[in-house]
């Protein structure tokens, strides 16, 4: 905090002006932070959303995988089964 000068100590108008000078200073410092705060609060918010969709894409090529090594399992499957129990 800043510290009480002489002038103030001896002036009633002078400190009321200088507080209120020290007031909007802070004021102007509060809005600064709260700014900043809301552009982190942005970024946080687009960093979860492409966490999300690159966890969905992932989740997407799994089962793609999956699906397509069942497909290939079944088609070995019966092919395996109409070579030899069909012939």
Avoid at 41 to 65: A, F, G, L, P, T
Wanted: some cysteine; glycine content about 4%.
């Amino acid at each position: 905090m800043a510290e009480t000068t002489d002038i103030e100590k001896k002036s009633l108008e002078a400190h009321v002006e200088l507080c209120a000078e020290r007031y909007n200073q802070l004021e102007q410092r509060l809005d600064h932070v709260d700014a900043r705060i809301s552009s982190l609060n942005d970024i946080v918010r687009e960093v979860h959303d492409m966490m999300q969709k690159m966890s969905e894409k992932r989740n997407d090529q799994i089962i793609s995988w999956g699906l397509g090594i069942i497909g290939a399992l079944t088609a070995t499957t019966v092919y395996l089964v109409t070579q030899y129990v069909f012939k």
